[in-house]
Structure formats: C-alpha cells, structure tokens
C-alpha cells in the first residue's frame, strides 16, 4: 500500500486529518476524493476498501474526516451539512495545488449528498458516484426522531449514534431543511451513478429511485443486492470499488501509456523528469522498472539489479525442469530464491580493501516430488549450466553505438 498522512485546513483555518492512498505500480492518472457517512470517519473499512479498489485501478483517492470528527479538528456540534460541503470543496483544493485537480467525487449515505452539493461547486468534477444515499439530506432527522423534539426545545441534544455521543443542534437541523437535493441533481450536468441496497433499512431504496429520476443521462443505477447500510462485508464493498472504477472511466480522461517501440527485443527509455521510472520493452511485454523510494525512486517496478537476479532465478527453474522432464524425474515444484550483493570472494588474498568485493547472487533452491539424493544432487548441478548462469560466469562485451535521429 502506498498512503500517506496528509492535512488541510477548512474554511475556519481548523485542520482536517487525511490519507491518500496512491498506486503502487505508477502514478494516478485522476484523483478522487471520498466523502464518508454521516458521524463515520475515513477509516470506516468500506471506505478503505472502495479506496484500495480505486487505487489499484490507477486512481489516487483522498479520504478524510470531516470538521469535528475522527482526527480532524472542530467540534462537530458547531457544524452542519453545509460545512461537509465546505470541506469538500477545500479537499478539492488542496488536490489541486499539491498534486491535480480531482476528478471523481464518492460520498457514502449523507456523504453521497454532500458529494452532489460539492460537485456543482467544484468545476474539475467530471463524475459523482453515491452509496446507500438519501434524496433529501433532512433524512438524516429520522435518524434523530427521538431526539428532534428536545433538539428545537432546547436548541440541542447528546444523541447516541452508533455507540458514540454527539452533541447535534438545531442549526444543523435547519441546514438541512434548506437543501434541495433533487433541485441540485435536476439540474446537474455531470455523470451521476447511483448504487442503492434494495434491503437498506437506515436509508430505503425509494431515495435511489427518487434521485435517478429527478437526474439527467448520463445517470446510472446499481443495485447492491443484500448489502448492508454501512457495506460490512468486505467483497461487498471491495465490488462496489470496482464498479465505480470501471464505471468513471466512460467519463473521465485517462491519457493512454504509450509503449515503447523498439526493434530490438530489450529496450529502456527514461525521461529526463521521470527519476528513475523507466519504460521497459521485454520482448511482447511493456513493464516498469525503477528504484526504491529511499534510494529517490518511486518503486514503480523492480531495480535494474532486481530484474538481472530474476533472469537467474528464472532460467534456474526453466532448465531444472526440462531437465527432469526428459528424465521422466518426478519434480512437481522448484523453487529459486535469488538475493544479490557485493561481497568478499571466499578465497579473496586482500579482503580488507573494498576493490576485493565481487557481485555475488546467492541462489536457494528448494525441490518437491519424489526425488532420491542423488536426483537432488544432480538436479543442482544442472542448476549450474542454465544459460543465464553461464552468461554471468564468463566474459561478455557490450558493443555501444550511438543512434543518430
């Protein structure tokens, strides 16, 4: 996984608590940002899960904590659905000025709403995609019907929410009053997909109905058969994940990778911006590689020694099994385990100077089936004649030209 604590301030300057979680194999080609449920956090497992899918499908996803909740700062008694929009907005912007704008907009349950009302405000928005939301956010007032009396009483109450106490006031219950949901989706001119559980019972399918109808094409439906409010089940969520990724791409743009051409069968090309990140032609396959991050890479693909220690480890099984294959020896699995370094010969006669030190790859292997010690023993020393270990044991030249364009 490759995420990272990040921070922004909201419009009172309080600071908000994030993580973005970006690919592991190559740099995001959109952005999206996470808006979660109503008293929930960013690190409900569905929203890590939803995030993760997203991720390995080359989106960087920013999930984060509203004002008052989680580790953000702010007192969640003093905001209102207005402010979760506010937050998004801001979400939105720090995307834009410390890496790219976003792209895609997910809110779960009240955070599909807020999702919306910020998507109209955010002008990079290409598509919004909702959970289990509802089509009004006043919705959120069945969740506090034994409380709402005492809340326009006495201008608030504590109200227990999942197991937690939160301090709710009546502002927040007039904010509500004052959002038009369908008026924003009417009018929305952005893709919309909406995935409601038919056997949600905090928010019921009829919303999902009332908010496709009152949108315009491009909309989108999914239904999420049997899936709880709150996406509990990991394949449930993680599908979720998937459908969204698969589904933004009609509507997003994803600048194609270009692969490199070359005549030759190997061949590597590295911009001068790019690092270490290197396109690599293998053969028929397109492929990274590249440097670890402590060394000033991005760790996008295997370092060069990395890919060298592979051809070894590779060629070692190839050669063992057509071995024993024409043997009719019973090898069910070989196993080679490579691990390179710069290391004193064994009978070195000046090991104390560092010009003693030769690459060295120490292999493992490991042999399964029903093979006698002298199979095993011989079966190692075919180890020993594989191409790529003769290769490295005798002496080669590199020819170098250069190409004139």
């Not at 599908?239 to 069968?265: C, D, F, H, N, Q």
């Not at 024993?324 to 070989?334: D, I, S």
């Not at 004193?344 to 003693?356: I, N, P, Q, Y």
Request: proline fraction near 3%.
């Amino acid at each position: 996984m490759n995420i990272h604590k990040v921070s922004f301030t909201n419009k009172d300057q309080e600071q908000l608590a994030g993580r973005l979680e970006l690919p592991v194999n190559q740099k995001p080609h959109n952005f999206a940002i996470f808006a979660h449920c109503f008293t929930c956090t960013k690190n409900l497992t569905a929203v890590k899960n939803i995030s993760r899918e997203l991720t390995a499908a080359g989106f960087g996803v920013l999930r984060f904590d509203f004002t008052g909740l989680g580790e953000s700062e702010g007192d969640f008694e003093n905001t209102n659905f207005s402010g979760n929009v506010d937050d998004l907005v801001e979400a939105a912007n720090f995307l834009e000025i410390n890496y790219s704008a976003p792209t895609l907009l997910i809110g779960h349950s009240l955070g599909g709403a807020a999702a919306i009302f910020a998507a109209d405000i955010i002008p990079s928005i290409k598509a919004v995609a909702v959970i289990n939301s509802p089509s009004d956010p006043s919705h959120v007032r069945n969740l506090l019907r034994d409380s709402t009396h005492e809340i326009t009483k006495n201008g608030k109450a504590k109200v227990n929410l999942g197991g937690i106490d939160f301090t709710i006031k009546k502002q927040f219950l007039d904010d509500l009053e004052n959002k038009s949901l369908l008026k924003i989706v009417g009018n929305f001119k952005k893709a919309l997909l909406i995935m409601h559980s038919p056997t949600d019972r905090i928010v019921g399918i009829k919303n999902a109905e009332d908010l496709y109808k009152a949108a315009h094409h491009p909309k989108s439906f999914v239904s999420l058969d049997g899936v709880d409010h709150l996406l509990s089940k990991k394949e449930d969520s993680s599908y979720v994940g998937k459908v969204i990724a698969g589904w933004a791409t009609r509507y997003i743009s994803i600048p194609p990778v270009e692969e490199l051409k070359s005549k030759s069968k190997v061949a590597a090309s590295l911009d001068g911006d790019e690092m270490f990140t290197t396109q690599l032609k293998l053969g028929d396959h397109n492929i990274l590689a590249d440097e670890p991050t402590n060394f000033g890479g991005n760790n996008f693909g295997p370092s060069p020694y990395e890919f060298l220690s592979a051809g070894l480890a590779a060629c070692t099984v190839m050669t063992i099994q057509m071995y024993a294959r024409r043997k009719k020896w019973e090898v069910e699995n070989v196993t080679c385990h490579i691990n390179y370094s710069k290391d004193h010969a064994v009978d070195c006669e000046h090991c104390e100077e560092d010009s003693a030190k030769i690459d060295t790859f120490t292999r493992e292997i490991k042999l399964t089936g029903n093979l006698s010690e002298v199979q095993k023993k011989r079966l190692l020393e075919i180890a020993d004649k594989c191409p790529v270990h003769k290769t490295l044991h005798t002496k080669t030249q590199i020819i170098t030209t250069l190409i004139i364009s």
